[in-house]
Antibody
Framework: QVQLLQSGAEVKKPGASMRVSCSPS????????IHWVRQAPGQGLEWLGW????????KDARKFRGRVSLTRDTSVTTVYLELNSLRSDDTAVYFC?????????????WGQGTLVTV | EIVLTQSPGTLSLSPGERATLSCRAS???????LSWFQQRPGQAPRLLIF???SRATGIPDRFSGSGSGTDFTLTISRLEPEDFGVYFC????????FGGGTKVEI
């Protein structure tokens, strides 16, 4: 079965960097784009960007440009989200989500979420 | 950027009742790009509907999606206890955006 396993919770100081990992399993790693979405406490959902695990190509939301880095390591079938220059309003649960490759344009599986506290 | 406005903010209903949730886009969107998710406390979102009206795998048929253009609706025909939570609509655009959510509570 498809699963996206994320790394554990982190506590960071303002100005520091965070890195969250997402390790999909149960399907071909390179077949589906992976997106990152975050949710501040008690708030809605905010999209950060996507990565194509096959090519390494990425697209990020303009709001985070220059602060976000999306990478992947095919040898360990893992994708990574890095966010720099952390501020208190970056405190959120960060989710990775798989884009459906058959129909596209929606997320069919999500990771369990990683709480990052700044 | 497409802004999605969901209403109502909170829907207070009883099990067995019908729930009608609205998602309005700031501009006309392609139906293929409109999805609905359910989120229970402490959990990741779960895909319910994609392409505005297609149920995701394993989703009961009491959930249905409809709409086009700027107005989309998620209907839960008969609420079950496990249906209470927050519902989000999403538009796969550039950038990808989410509505603010509708809380369905008992």
């Amino acid at each position: 079965q498809v699963q996206l396993l994320q790394s554990g919770a982190e506590v960071k100081k303002p100005g520091a960097s965070m890195r969250v990992s997402c390790s999909p399993s149960g399907y071909s790693f390179t077949a589906n784009y992976i997106h990152w979405v975050r949710q501040a406490p008690g708030q809605g959902l905010e999209w950060l960007g996507w990565i194509d695990p096959k090519s390494g190509g990425t697209k990020d939301a303009r709001k985070f440009r220059g602060r976000v880095s999306l990478t992947r390591d095919t040898s360990v079938t893992t994708v990574y989200l890095e966010l720099n220059s952390l501020r208190s309003d970056d405190t959120a649960v960060y989710f990775c989500a798989r884009e459906d490759a058959e129909y596209g344009f929606h997320f069919d599986y999500w990771g369990q979420g990683t709480l990052v506290t700044v | 950027e497409i802004v999605l406005t969901q209403s109502p903010g909170t829907l207070s209903l009883s099990p067995g009742e019908r729930a009608t949730l609205s998602c309005r886009a700031s501009l006309t969107v392609t139906s293929s790009f409109l999805s609905w998710f359910q989120q229970r406390p402490g959990q990741a979102p779960r895909l319910l509907i994609f392409g505005a009206s297609s149920r995701a795998t394993g989703i009961p048929d009491r959930f249905s999606g409809s709409g086009s253009g700027t107005d989309f609706t998620l209907t839960i025909s008969r609420l079950e206890p496990e249906d209470f939570g927050v519902y989000f609509c999403q538009h796969y655009g550039s950038p990808l955006t989410f509505g603010g959510g509708t809380k369905v509570e008992i």
